[in-house]
């Protein structure tokens, strides 16, 4: 049987807040198959980005349970996390999340050092991406010396360093003017011809309508879950993402198994 990507039973996220509870998410139930693209909309306040920090675990359920390629998360230590994100799932953030005081190529190579994947091969990769996504010329420049388009950019090659599963992005284009972000979508659009996971949190309809599927949320729980009558496929260029690491041949407290280890 074909796991699913990720699958949510009864998920609640409750945050003490001034000796109140309050309920981020109240009992999320769902399911995401590999390959999907899906877009999650909701009012401020209304959970998704609580939502897409579960699915990339930075955060845990308060109840319930989250699988990510069939695997409990809530299950998992602190070390073994950290290793599914870092293995699993690439993150695109609205701020772009870069350091400062690296250059292009550089940021583009962090997340193999804290997988462990650095290796004399890995220059090479982390050049490929940069060209891939039209920086080849602004390898040796800092965040500062960049766009915003470029940056995010930067943020899109880095999250497909370790040729992850999952491309988690939380308002890609939120800090964009109208023709750059048409840009960034394009290349997320991409990214799904090649068969990549998207899950994109986004208040813009016209970002949304690049989902095939869309899920509103209202006050922590699912108001509709369907597929996206606004859906407007794409008409770029299918391009190639092949890059990635070998996991280790041994990690200790690893959660996979000795034929996950030995797959690019």
Known sequence: ??????????????????????????????????????????????????????????????????LLDGVDISRL???QLSELRARRIGFIFQSYNLIPQLTVLENIEVPLYYSGCWNAKSRARCRELAAKVGLADRLHHRPTQLSGGQ???????????????FILADEPTGNLDSATAEEILLLIDQLHQEGKTIILVTHEPDV???????????????????????????????????????????????????????QP
């Open 208 to 262: 949304a309508r690049r989902a095939r599927r869309l899920i509103r949320l209202r006050d922590g729980r699912i108001q509709s879950d369907q597929p996206n009558p606004t859906f407007t496929a794409s008409t770029s260029h299918q391009i190639s993402f092949q890059s990635g690491c070998p996991l280790p041949s041994a990690s200790t407290g690893s959660i996979w198994g000795p034929s996950e280890r030995s």
């Open 77 to 79: 230590n602190d070390n």
């Open 1 to 66: 049987m074909t796991l699913l990507a990720a699958s949510l039973r009864n998920v609640w996220k409750t945050y003490p807040m001034d000796g109140v509870q309050v309920h981020a998410l109240r009992g999320i139930s769902l399911d995401i198959r590999h390959g999907e693209y899906v877009a999650i909309m909701g009012a401020s306040g209304s959970g998704k980005s609580t939502l897409l920090n579960l699915l990339g675990c930075l955060d845990r359920p308060t109840s319930g349970t989250i």
């Open 151 to 165: 940056q995010q950019r930067v943020a899109i090659a880095r999250s497909l360093v370790n040729n992850p599963s």
